[in-house]
């Protein structure tokens, strides 16, 4: 009995140790069903992508990838939101014959494209002007996609972006951004009679003045694709600039001796006279105005030169057409600043006065005729 008895015990030891060993072992296999591993999928538009061990992981990517759609927008920007075009998941899983994706892994499929970047290398010769008209990429779209580059400096072996990266997670950036714009000035014009059509004088200068400009922008993908103004706000008005422009369409005799085409002395009138050489009582046929040699001479009115060179009787002179008819002459000129087939405005200088030709002394032979016969010239000035 009693080696029975501790026969039995020995059998209720290794009974006791057999039960531990399986309880133990029953319990290992129950906690691998009853606490599965955990994971995350990360689904783009319905598609699972990859599964990963650590949501923050994933998250942290795409901060890290949205991100870099911000470092060309002002720092000052106020960024309004930064979202995906497609629609994005992150759900926990219980792995089962999912394969754990590595970060490296995960993040090479959140920056890839679709579409990869198009480049152009610049030739010699090359110019932004020119690869623009050549590739028929819009000039703008061009410095759009290359801000780094001066459009000015462009050497051969440069890489011109021509389309940028079409990634398959688009990304969708609205910002507001205020910058300081100057507002132009307007010009006034006022009407002055007692300038010629040519002329122009400034009263009083403009000066632009200051305004914060708000822009509502969205960008997709790094590039604007809408720029709104949202609010402008004059911060400093502009001054008007004012002006006199002239309305008188031809030279007139302003006092007893400025004749408007010379200031001097009239010497001889139209009509009959008799030469001051000869004596011979002869036809005037136009008007003489005494004034020093150089005594800048300016063209009656708007006009075409038709003559400007030298005759025996007249020296230097110069005719201009007026249209209509009318035509003015311009003799004994020391000087010509114009020449045949030129148009002039009115009060433009022509010439210098002098005593060339048949002349006794400085002066000028001021003549106007209508259809080819001379008028008095002083019905016109
Ligand atoms: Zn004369």
Avoid: C
Avoid at 22 to 41: F, K, R, W
Avoid at 42 to 48: I, M, Q, S, Y
Avoid at 239 to 254: A, E, Y
Avoid at 309 to 323: A, E
């Amino acid at each position: 009995m009693k080696f029975i008895y501790k026969y039995d015990k020995l059998i209720i030891i290794s009974l006791t140790l057999a039960l531990g060993w399986l309880l133990s072992t029953t319990n290992a296999l129950n906690s691998l069903v009853a606490e599965p591993t955990i994971g995350y999928e990360f689904k783009v538009d319905g598609e699972v992508w990859f599964v990963l061990e650590s949501k923050d992981e994933i998250h942290r990517m795409l901060q890290v990838y949205k991100n870099s759609y911000l470092k060309n927008i002002d720092s000052e920007a106020q960024i309004r939101s930064i979202s995906f075009k497609q629609e994005i998941e992150i759900n926990e899983i219980e792995i089962k014959d999912q394969v754990l994706a590595s970060v490296k892994e995960a993040e090479a499929m959140i920056n890839e494209n679709e579409v990869e970047a198009e480049y152009y290398t610049v030739v010699s010769g090359d110019s932004f002007w020119a690869i623009a008209n050549k590739s028929k990429i819009p000039l703008a779209k061009l410095i759009e996609y290359n801000p780094e580059m001066n459009p000015e400096r462009i050497w051969p072996g440069n890489k011109i972006m021509f389309r940028p990266a079409d990634p398959k997670l688009d990304v969708t950036v609205t910002f507001q951004n205020t910058l300081l714009e100057p507002v132009e000035f307007e010009t006034q014009y006022i009407q002055d009679s007692s300038l010629y059509a040519s002329q122009r004088v400034t009263v009083k200068n403009g000066v632009e003045g200051e305004m914060y400009v708000t822009y509502d922008i969205t960008m997709v993908n790094g590039y604007p694709t809408e720029v709104k103004v949202l609010n402008e706000e004059v911060i400093k008005e502009p001054v008007t600039r004012v002006v006199r422009v002239g309305t008188k369409r031809t030279l007139t005799r302003i006092s007893r001796t400025n004749f408007g085409v010379v200031v001097g002395n009239l010497t001889s009138g139209f009509g009959y006279r008799r030469d001051p050489i000869s004596g011979v009582r002869k036809f005037h046929n136009g008007i003489d105005i005494a004034a020093p040699r150089g005594t800048p001479v300016y063209a009656y009115t708007n006009g075409k030169v038709v003559t400007a060179g030298w005759g025996n009787m007249t020296g230097n002179y110069v005719v201009i057409d007026h249209g209509g008819g009318l035509r003015t002459k311009y003799l004994h000129l020391s000087s010509i600043s114009v020449s045949v087939g030129q148009s002039v405005k009115v009060g433009q200088k022509i010439g210098g006065v002098g005593s060339t030709g048949y002349s006794t002394g400085n002066h000028l032979h001021f003549e106007v005729t209508k259809n080819g016969v001379a008028v008095n010239p002083l019905l016109y000035l």
